[in-house]
């Protein structure tokens, strides 16, 4: 497994939740997605997506439409993208953890 973690920068909080939800199904449909996490700082807003992939090859197909979903989901909002990034995932915790493949 992979995941792809963008952080950003916004005045308008609510927008940008806003702007996450409304690109979250057309996220659900590209090959390879498994789930995501869109975390906002309200008070100091800052906020973080992390979209986890079956692959790296999954990851690194779904570049460009990944790239439009951002764009997408912060245009309304104003928010600025300050970095995206990738990881392999060494290791999980929890009720939805599992051995990376």
């Given amino acids: 497994m992979h995941a792809r973690v963008s952080t950003y920068k916004t005045d308008d909080p609510e927008g940008l ?3 996450f939800k409304s690109v979250s199904s057309d996220l659900e449909q590209v ?3 498994s789930h995501g996490y869109f975390l906002v ?9 992390i979209t986890i992939w079956e692959s790296e090859d999954a990851l690194n197909a779904s570049k460009r439409q990944a790239d439009e979903l951002r764009k997408r989901g912060t245009e309304t909002s104003g928010t600025s ?3 995206v990034d990738h990881y392999e995932i060494s290791h999980t915790v ?3 953890s599992s051995s990376p493949a």
């Fill in 94 to 96: 929890g009720s939805r």
């Fill in 31 to 33: 090959d390879g997605f």
């Fill in 17 to 19: 939740i806003e702007g």
């Fill in 81 to 83: 993208i300050d970095s």
């Fill in 41 to 49: 700082d309200k008070s100091g807003g800052k906020a973080l997506s």
